[in-house]
């Protein structure tokens, strides 16, 4: 693959990486959305009983009206988390996956760029050995 391939490939891999980074990001927001909304749910539930416990007359009887709508939005909720959790793990392996497309890349790059830099010391050793070469046999015709 030409040089400027690779370097589009990492510039491409780096982009998916990103992207992929965002996509984790959002899902944990809607994580943390989500546990947000059952702890405010349980508050509800646990005010909801206080009052329940103090006027068992009047708010008392609506208690069981309420618990029962509590339970089925916590189900929800719960199953909304379950959902969000699983693409997080898809979409870690995903990022995952990408790290290691982009990570093969930059080290292929590297090592191209090494044997590359390999090349052009062997080139200019040569050139330098051919240099004093070359004034080593002058000297020598000079002297001789």
Not at 126 to 138: K, P, V
């Amino acid at each position: 693959m030409p040089q400027k391939g690779l370097k589009s490939l990492i510039r491409l891999s780096k982009w998916n990486v990103d992207e992929k980074q965002r996509v984790l990001v959002a899902l944990q927001g809607r994580e943390d959305e989500i546990l947000s909304w059952i702890k405010r749910l349980d508050e509800q539930l646990k005010e909801e009983q206080r009052v329940a416990t103090e006027d068992s007359t009047g708010v008392g009887f609506s208690y069981g009206a309420f618990a029962k709508a509590w339970l089925g939005r916590r189900q929800q909720l719960l199953s909304m988390l379950e959902m969000v959790r699983a693409e997080i793990v898809r979409a870690r392996d995903e990022l995952a996956l990408a790290f290691n497309e982009l990570k093969t890349y930059e080290i292929t790059q590297r090592e191209r760029d090494r044997r590359a830099q390999v090349e052009r010391d062997k080139k200019e050793q040569a050139f330098l050995d051919e240099i004093g070469l070359n004034i080593h046999r002058r000297r020598d015709k000079d002297e001789g």
